[in-house]
Nanobody
Framework: QVQLVESGGGSVQAGGSLRLSCAAS????????MGWFRQAPGKEREGVAT????????YVTDSVKGRFAISRDTAKGTLYLQMNSLKPEDTAVYYC????????????????????WGQGTQVTVSS
């Protein structure tokens, strides 16, 4: 049973930083995609960043490029999202998600491709 447990959300002023963590457990194989998604009130869930667990390029959506970075500690099985220079428009519930086994290092950005989800963590950025 795959489980994803997030931590690290909170409230911060514009220009501040936060780091989200997602501890993954239950995987019986090393190759899959993990990603961070977010959903603001009244908006659709959007992909923020993705990473392939067995190496390969990462993806970061244009609106956060240069400010957010996705990474993973393989030994700990923990996914991170470092968020710098936060803006009020970054306010949302952030979710960690993961796919099943994947041979390809291309990670999808659509939420429907991810069957496993964390509980979500609120990030609030005030101006």
């Amino acid at each position: 049973q795959v489980q994803l447990v997030e931590s690290g959300g909170g409230s911060v002023q514009a220009g501040g930083s936060l780091r989200l963590s997602c501890a993954a457990s239950g995987y019986a194989y090393p190759s899959y995609c993990m990603g961070w998604f977010r959903q603001a009130p009244g908006k659709e869930r959007e992909g923020v960043a993705t990473i392939y667990t067995n190496g390969g390029p990462t993806y970061v959506t244009d609106s956060v490029k240069g400010r957010f970075a996705i990474s993973r500690d393989t030994a700990k099985g923990t996914l991170y999202l470092q968020m710098n220079s936060l803006k009020p428009e970054d306010t949302a519930v952030y979710y960690c998600a993961a796919t099943g086994f994947r041979l390809s290092s291309y990670c999808p950005t659509g939420s429907v491709e991810y069957p496993y989800w964390g509980q979500g963590t609120q990030v609030t950025v005030s101006s």
